[in-house]
């Protein structure tokens, strides 16, 4: 997904009762795409502002059925354009039904899809959008682009999500190892990008950028309101 000069903003919320309003919010801050939280017990690759959500929403009763619904909710929200893609884990799925779970989701409106604990050569019918890390080998680089469904997913940091001081000094070289072993693929940024700074820096290397922690932080804490704000203020750094 590229968005001609202009740089893609994914913001990622967790599925909840309240996620189809911040959904809007975000759009009308200057979001381009949205990735939705599937809940799950164990998620390894969280921080624990999102292992927090998660819990928050387990409790709450988001189940994966439910999460189903509040993603068509949410698309009803955002209208047909914006990409949704739900992000979750491997178990979720195998629980599920593989193919079950790819077929109502796009029902419910998902554009795609991110399993974050899903190895680029499983289940490769599943059409999802891949991730790279630092420590990903040019191989892999290189299997995950002719995967992956639209755009790569660069995993900033080595570990788990959360918002940083500093953008990660890795950044750099992964997206320059991976724009050279996939030049025709749009690379998007995530994990560690939380400040209107970080995003304008992370925005000269990529094509676009995904903030997870911080925007569920400010949701949590300034609704739908505060949400749209912080986009904005995102989307204004980037568009500099």
Not at 96 to 125: C, K, M, N, Q
């Amino acid at each position: 997904m590229l968005l001609g000069r202009r740089k893609a903003l994914s913001i990622y919320l967790m599925c909840g009762r309240e996620t189809p309003a911040l959904a809007a919010a975000a759009v009308e801050g200057g979001a381009d795409l949205l990735e939705l939280g599937f809940p799950f017990s164990d998620p390894l690759a969280d921080g624990p502002v999102i292992r927090r959500a998660a819990e928050r929403a387990l409790a709450d009763g988001m189940r994966t059925a439910q999460c189903l619904d509040c993603l068509r909710e949410t698309r009803a929200r955002v209208g047909a354009d914006v990409p949704l893609i739900p992000m979750t884990y491997a178990s979720l799925l195998e629980a599920y039904g593989w193919e079950r779970f790819a077929t109502d989701a796009r029902a419910a409106g998902a554009t795609s899809l991110i399993v974050a604990d899903l190895p680029v050569d499983e289940h490769p019918e599943l059409r999802r959008i891949q991730l790279v890390a630092p420590t990903s080998s040019k191989e892999r680089i290189e299997l995950a682009a002719g995967a992956t469904d639209g755009w790569l997913y660069l995993v900033a940091v080595t570990g788990t999500t959360g918002a940083r001081d500093e953008l990660s000094p890795t950044l750099a070289g992964l997206a320059e190892r991976t724009r050279h072993a996939a030049p025709a693929t749009p690379l998007y940024a995530g994990f560690g990008i939380s400040t209107p700074a970080h995003a304008r820096a992370a925005a000269k290397l990529v094509d676009g950028i995904v903030v997870g922690s911080r925007a569920v932080e400010v949701a949590e804490e300034g609704g739908a309101t505060g949400l749209r704000a912080y986009v904005s203020e995102l989307r204004s750094e980037l568009d500099r």
